[in-house]
């Protein structure tokens, strides 16, 4: 028998960047990219191994498109999950853990680049 997916919230496969600012209370600066993206959260690849329960601070740049700035989302929330990624190309050994996230605040920021 098949088991259903049981979460809340719809999951949306998007890559898109992700600014990693701040672990717990130590400043961390790492630039990847997500996987998925929910209002309740996040899964994004990481160098590092991210401890499970600790508090997290990230942005994600939303791409306006070719005439309008982008816009950041300022995120906190918490690391409820760290995996392994399975190792087959480059880029998966550069990055060799998936790691969820919830989001608990967010506030828009528009980048006025």
Request: proline share 5%.
């Given at each position: ?10 999951r949306?496969?998007l ?24 209002s ?56 060799p ?12 920021i528009?980048?006025?680049?």
């Open positions: 028998m098949l088991q259903s997916d049981q979460r809340k919230t719809k949306f496969d890559r898109l960047p992700i600014e990693l600012v701040r672990m717990g209370a130590e400043p961390i600066a790492t630039t990847t990219e997500t996987r998925n993206v929910s309740g959260g996040v899964l994004f690849i990481s160098e590092s191994q991210l401890p499970v329960g600790e508090p997290i601070e990230y942005f994600i740049t939303l791409h306006a498109g070719k005439d309008s700035n982008n816009v950041r989302l300022h995120c906190v929330g918490t690391v409820i999950r760290l995996e392994a990624r399975p190792r087959r190309t480059r880029k998966d050994k550069e990055m853990f998936n790691v969820a996230a919830t989001l608990e605040r967010y506030e828009f528009r980048n006025n680049r």
